[in-house]
């Protein structure tokens, strides 16, 4: 924080300088890692830990929200980043989640002897991004399903419900 942020070092240094005291019934437990719960600082904190990771990486595409990376580009590139994710993580605590990686390619890519093997492998005509389709034959099925969502939210509320929530969107829209 101190090198790229340095506005908000002395807020970070006074609330992470010291542990700080958690309390759970008679239990006091140090919080001595991380951001603390709650912190609407915390998302800033760590998105600037990973930034020079995330600058490091070669793969044409490399976002990064949060704790959600996507790598992009040659298979070779990519198996090349995510080692690098896995090593700079391991150094500064954080290590990736293999159950909720995925490797979005076309049925017949081959991959051999990378961390990408252990990837959950999802064809490109099934693709979202954060919730979001990538590809045009999925938006018209990702509108259905949330018309069907919303139809089955709003079989559930009566009335009196509907009219607060009415309201409130009038009150928000105006």
């Known amino acids: 924080m101190r090198n790229r942020i340095p506005e908000l070092y002395a807020y970070c240094w006074s609330a992470y300088n010291q542990p700080s005291f958690l309390f759970f019934g008679p239990c ?44 992009g580009g040659p298979v070779k ?11 700079a993580g391991m150094a500064i605590g954080l290590s990736l989640n293999i159950s909720k990686c995925e490797l979005i390619a076309h049925k017949d890519l081959r991959v051999d002897g990378s961390a990408l093997l252990s990837f959950k492998k999802v064809d490109t005509e099934d693709t979202t991004l954060l919730g979001t389709p990538l590809f045009p034959g999925l938006v018209l099925k990702a509108w259905e399903d949330r018309c069907e969502d919303l139809a089955r939210a709003a079989g559930d509320i009566n009335s009196q419900d509907a009219l607060i929530v009415l309201a409130e969107i009038i009150v928000q829209c105006t």
Do not use: H, W, Y
């Open 28 to 71: 006091t437990v140090l919080s001595q890692e991380g951001a603390q719960q709650g912190n609407p600082i915390g998302p800033l904190l760590f998105c600037n830990t990973i930034r020079p990771m995330l600058l490091s990486l070669q793969a044409p595409l490399t976002l990064g929200f949060l704790d959600d990376v996507t790598l």
């Open 77 to 87: 590139t990519v198996a090349s980043d995510v080692e690098k994710i896995i090593s």
